[in-house]
């Protein structure tokens, strides 16, 4: 365990003298320099796309009110539609009771081989 400590110390105090060794050279002063550029380029642009952003939300949450409203308008109109049309249609096949029993007794009559084809037909 103190083996790795001391490794571990020294490898630190390497690191150190390796990073800051030519600090005050142009040729790493000029790369602090554009390091430092590109940190503030990015930090601005994160800046940026954090307003776009916030404008961005702000126009969803609006356009998502909008379909709201329109999607409540639309189920209102559209459930009285189907009652609508439910009534219509039960009315239609309650008119047309007798027709449906007159093809019924037709297909069926005397050819009870015809029952299965048929009930299959009328029903699915």
Request: glycine share 4%; hydrophobic share 45%.
């Amino acid at each position: 365990m103190r083996r790795r400590l001391f490794d571990i110390s020294v490898l630190a105090v390497l690191c150190g003298v390796v990073l800051t060794a030519g600090c005050s050279a142009p040729a790493a002063q000029r790369k602090l320099a554009e390091r430092d550029a590109r940190i503030n380029y990015w930090l601005s642009e994160a800046a940026q796309r954090e307003r776009i952003g916030d404008d961005r939300v702000a126009a969803g949450v609006r356009e998502m009110g909008h379909i709201w409203n329109e999607d409540a308008f639309k189920t209102r109109r559209d459930v009285r539609e189907v009652q609508r049309l439910i009534v219509e249609e039960t009315l239609r096949w309650q008119r047309r009771q007798p027709a449906f029993q007159a093809e019924i007794a037709k297909e069926l009559a005397g050819k009870p081989q015809n029952i299965e084809p048929v009930a299959i037909r009328m029903f699915y």
